[in-house]
């Protein structure tokens, strides 16, 4: 093998192999999916999720969450007996239609996020646990997201939005924790991650 | 012919073409080299603060209250959130990956290739202006890529996390500094073409080929989130596989049989191995989303190639180890020897360790535990990182004409590498089980996540315990190249060895078979 | 590979290699051997045997490939990208109709519940009344040893379908939160099974509480949308949810 052409081939041929096998062809037969509707109930699946969400979404990225959260839900992490209810069926391709970039994660230091929303739908317990996860879960290692938020003095009434925080983690007397855009944009991306719909190639086991 | 001490024949031509080929890489390679290893230090820096934040989550997450209050006072509002915010794990760990990555082991990967080609085309570098702009831009482009990343801008593609502007300075970079490869090749002396050139200009052929298609697909131009993941580690392992592995082999391909002046085993195991290793290690990919959402022939085909690439990695392993045979006690003395016979050891460990993780059964333990996190460390540290080093051993006195100022310098560097990475990576894998088992069996009561994470903690801790041997060995090397590249190490006496070379010992004629 | 021709003892100065051209810088040294004992004592460049192949690896290989083979072939279902499981025989219309992993037979319908809720509790609610049922003081009121939990089924029941809204006193303290309403995401069976783990855990001693009362509950609140508060649910009836479990008959097994 001592000529350039020889080697040049060799390359290529190899090369392009594979790159039509994991990129070409997966991109038509996965990159120009259709949502699946239902129009009885007037619903298209996945779910398209609102600006703030999707603005919550670029916080998420931009704050490297996924390397400690997945976004999907094996075929054994469904199961009933031997899953942790993170999905009642495994995720499909079509699931992430939307996702620019995916965030399928590779690390489950925390839990995984698929069906979040689902799951803890409060938005009282998403800012506590952001601003404080040892408030909420004692032994998490996840940190805690203080610039999201901002501690003001609290003005005459305390403000609404004010972070209902456990004793031990309160700021001090006469001072609140308001969440920023930022924050208040990040858990409306958590709310809004639900899966638990059903698709053709991903029906929902029967009860 | 006559010979000197080493029993090599003392024909000073040939010598002296390799003074000129040397002499025409010095300053494009021994920057690459010095930067790659300023950025090895600020990459373990940052690995060692991710690795103590998954133990001690409040390590280091803001300013000191002090301090924060004093910058409030004169700094637009939300300075101190924005510095706090540049703290945390999330943007502390792409900073460590893509650091090491790009910084670390792609500069070192480029300067050893670049002298591995001169050498091995038996040319002067040509353009070598060109090559050092291209490093200059290389250096710039991480830098401004790091603030990028800790300011909140990262892609969040796991491997591709700086951003667009970024992607492009780095490409351009490369661009040159391929196209300057490509052309070596072309000017080459006539002749035999040796095994660490088609690696190395595979390598330089394929690497543009994924970065450019990798950040067309996921960044420029993003295809529907559906199809992305699996571009995301169709680059994710080849960059591994076809652009660190190929540079680690031609490395060791080269190196093993220089310092021990024999051949390499056979000729046929080298060509298999390579043509076997470009065919089925590019479709692996698919082994880092077994379980995900992608079809099955898709993973199938990837669990296949993973498996398959038993072959070169055998085949690789038995040339290695045949033509070091007889020659093990040269361990003793040359560091070169040491550091890459160490990383290509680590390469078939790594490699058969890979494979097994792609087996269905085995995955659904391993994946999304530490025990990748070991795996990754095995391949691109005990492996790669390990010839590198190596290889800058006996890059640096051939291009500076000086030897190592310092034999301890040296030892504390192999023994905290070597100990530091075995030690990361028993630790994270018999972590990594027990973290999928307790995972993956929440019907035992016991396995709740509280547990999970109590259990784990201690593994952890020693897996900072290893990052900060790491640090110490990496300091060490850090400390003896700022000392060679000053001038201060010796310029004669020999070359700089573990232990002393007895005449005797080293001139045992073993005659070569030239 | 080097050149053996000669040995040629001074070095050839033509006007292509002339060092000085070339940027080495004798003028460090007198001695020009001594420029080049780096590379003099170097041996020489990397050469090729010509071992042939062991049969022994041949025949490695070609196992290998076998091992490689086999496996394609029994995972490699089909090349449909909507088919994920990699058993072949599995088609979308099978999938559908294997319907997920079988329920286990309900041989002790109360046990099943508890079992079924305990999972559901420790993936829903411990974030908030913790998995020690005590709650947050000030946040989140405790289950353990709670009247709304222990006595009338109505208003707990309601609660989980509808949510709470507004203040609540639980066991002598105030708590003003919002529990969320799960009638949409939960389904009758695990709102009555986390309900039955709830009412026999922490030291809790009430019965049951069957899927068939949530039903009898949604059909009666039909048409509620807002959360509950205190006042309403305390105004709700006091007689018991029909459907109860302990009049009925164990559960029949249940195979999907």
């Known amino acids: ?207 | 012919m006559s010979k000197n001490l080493y029993g090599t024949p003392t024909d000073s031509t040939d010598a002296q073409e390799r003074a000129l080929v040397d002499a025409s890489c010095r300053i494009p390679v021994l920057l690459f080299i010095a930067s790659s290893v300023f950025w090895l230090l600020v990459g373990t820096v940052f690995g060692l603060i991710a690795s103590i934040k998954l133990h001690n989550p409040h390590f280091l997450i803001e300013l000191p209250r002090w301090f924060a209050l004093y910058l409030d006072k004169f700094s637009p509002d939300g300075t101190v959130d924005f510095i706090n915010a540049m703290l945390t794990f999330g943007r502390v760990r792409p900073a460590h990956l893509n650091i090491v990555a790009y910084g670390w082991a792609s500069a070192s990967a480029l300067g050893v290739a670049i002298w591995l080609m001169a050498r091995l085309c038996r040319a002067p570098l040509r353009f070598p202006a060109l090559v050092t702009a291209a490093m200059v831009l290389w250096n710039i482009a991480i830098a401004i890529g790091t603030i990028a990343i800790l300011g909140g801008k990262s892609t969040s593609i796991e491997w591709l996390e700086f951003p667009s502007y970024v992607s492009i300075m780095l490409f351009v970079s490369y661009a040159l500094i391929s196209i300057w490869g490509v052309n070596m090749f072309v000017h080459r002396k006539p002749g035999h073409v040796y095994v660490s050139q088609w690696y190395i200009m595979a390598a330089l052929f394929w690497f543009p080929w994924l970065y450019g298609t990798a950040n067309l697909l996921l960044i420029f131009a993003p295809i529907q989130g559906s199809s992305q993941a699996i571009v995301n580690w169709w680059y994710g392992h080849n960059a591994l596989g076809l652009w660190f592995t190929p540079i680690g082999l031609a490395a060791a391909y080269y190196f093993i049989p220089k310092v021990i002046g024999r051949p390499v085993h056979s000729y046929y195991l080298s060509a298999f191995g390579f043509w076997a290793l470009a065919l089925f290690y590019s479709w692996n990919g698919g082994h880092h989303l077994i379980g995900g959402p992608l079809p099955a022939w898709l993973i199938t085909s990837s669990i296949v190639a993973s498996l398959m690439m038993f072959v070169p990695v055998l085949v690789t392993a038995i040339n290695h180890h045949m033509t070091m045979k007889g020659n093990f006690h040269m361990l003793h003395y040359s560091p070169t020897l040491r550091f890459v016979v160490f990383g290509a050891m680590s390469y078939t460990l790594a490699s058969l360790q890979g494979s097994s993780m792609a087996f269905r059964s085995w995955n659904s333990l391993t994946h999304f535990t530490h025990y990748t996190i070991g795996h990754s460390h095995l391949g691109l540290y005990a492996f790669f990182t390990m010839i590198m080093f190596g290889s800058i051993y006996y890059i640096v006195p051939r291009l500076t004409r000086r030897e190592w100022p310092s034999i301890t310098l040296i030892k504390i560097h192999f023994w905290g590498s070597a100990y530091g990475i075995i030690l990361m990576v028993l630790v994270l894998s018999v972590g990594g089980v027990v973290q999928g088992w307790m995972m993956n069996n929440p019907q035992i009561p016991q396995n709740t996540f509280e547990n999970i994470l109590k259990i784990t903690n201690p593994y952890l801790f020693a897996r900072s315990l290893s990052g900060a041997l790491l640090m110490v060995a990496h300091i060490a090397f850090a400390l003896n190249l700022t000392l060679i590249l000053l001038g201060w190490g010796k310029k004669t006496g020999g070359p700089t060895l573990f232990n002393q070379l007895e005449a005797s010992e080293e001139a045992k004629p073993k005659e070569s078979t030239l | 590979m080097s050149t053996h021709d000669e040995h040629n003892p001074a070095p050839q100065h033509s006007e292509d290699h002339d060092p000085q051209l070339l940027g080495i810088d004798y003028s460090e040294q007198n001695n020009v051997s001594q420029i080049h004992e780096t590379l003099l004592r170097e041996k020489p460049e990397p050469s090729d045997g010509m071992e042939p192949v062991p049969i022994l690896l041949i025949a490695i290989i070609a196992f290998v490939f076998s091992i490689g083979g086999f496996y394609g072939g029994r995972y490699f279902s089909s090349t449909d990208p909507m088919v994920y499981d990699e058993n072949p025989g599995s088609s979308i219309v099978a999938a559908a109709k294997a319907g997920g992993p079988t329920t286990e037979v309900a041989l002790d319908p109360i046990a099943d519940l508890v079992k079924l809720g305990k999972r559901q509790y420790s993936n829903n609610c411990a974030s908030c009344h913790q998995p020690t049922g005590l709650g947050l003081a000030g946040q989140y009121p405790p289950l353990a040893g709670s009247e709304w939990v222990v006595e009338a089924e109505r208003p707990l029941i309601a609660i989980l379908v509808h949510g709470l809204q507004g203040s609540v006193d639980v066991k002598g303290q105030t708590y003003n939160g919002a529990m969320p309403a799960w009638g949409k995401s939960m389904s009758d069976r695990q709102i009555a099974a986390v309900l039955t783990y709830i009412r026999q855990e922490w030291g809790n001693t009430a019965g049951p509480i069957s899927p068939d009362q949530i039903k009898a509950i949604r059909t009666e609140l039909e048409g509620r949308a807002k959360e509950w508060s205190e006042a309403e649910l305390k105004a709700l009836p006091k007689d018991p949810v029909p459907g109860g479990l302990t009049a009925a008959a164990p559960v029949a097994a249940k195979k999907s």
């Open chain 1, 1 to 207: 093998m001592n000529s350039l052409r020889t080697l040049f081939i060799g390359f290529t041929i190899t090369f392009t192999l594979a790159w039509l096998g994991l990129v070409i062809i997966p991109y038509f037969q996965l990159g120009q999916l259709a949502p699946q509707v239902d129009e009885d109930a007037g619903m298209s699946y996945p779910l398209i999720r609102s600006g703030l969400a999707e603005r919550g979404k670029q916080v998420y990225q931009a704050n490297g969450c996924i390397y400690c959260h997945s976004q999907q839900v094996r075929p054994m992490d469904a199961d009933p007996i031997k899953g942790r209810g993170w999905g009642p069926r495994r995720t499909v391709a079509r699931d992430y239609i939307y996702d620019k970039p995916h965030l399928l994660g590779t690390m489950r230091t925390g839990p995984d996020l698929t069906n979040i929303g689902k799951r803890q739908p409060s938005a009282d317990w998403h800012h506590a646990h952001l601003y404080a996860p040892q408030s909420m879960a004692e032994y998490s290692v996840m940190p805690p997201y203080r610039y999201l938020y901002t501690v003001q003095k609290i003005k005459s009434t305390p403000n609404p939005k004010a972070v209902k925080l456990a004793k031990g983690y309160q700021p001090e007397e006469g001072y609140e924790v308001i969440p920023t855009p930022d924050a208040i944009a990040l858990v409306a991306y958590l709310q809004s991650m639900d899966r638990t719909y059903a698709l053709p190639e991903a029906p929902l086991p029967k009860e």
